[in-house]
């Protein structure tokens, strides 16, 4: 799986935190789970915890996924 990139990252002065994916707004996150957001992006790797929290880390297997038996309409 490729490295994910692009996300940045804003505190604003409320107490929220605006993720960016290419300069577009992902996710905005408030109060608890800003703080434990930036606990996760402090311990590891911000741009793997960020596309984790966007939910932008599902790539590469969602046209296999689509055409298992499982799924087929």
């Known amino acids: 799986m ?3 990139h692009g996300f940045t990252y804003e505190e604003l002065g409320d107490g929220s935190v605006v993720m960016r994916h290419h ?3 992902a996710a905005v996150v408030r ?3 800003a703080e434990r957001f930036l606990r996760e992006v402090a311990s590891g790797d911000a741009q793997l915890v960020m596309a984790r929290w ?3 880390y ?3 297997n969602e046209r296999s996924a689509r055409q298992h ?3 087929a309409g």
Request: hydrophobic share 5%.
């Open 2 to 4: 490729s490295k994910a």
């Open 23 to 25: 300069g577009r707004r």
């Open 31 to 33: 109060g608890g789970r």
């Open 54 to 56: 966007t939910g932008n």
């Open 58 to 60: 599902r790539r590469g």
């Open 69 to 71: 038996p499982r799924n």
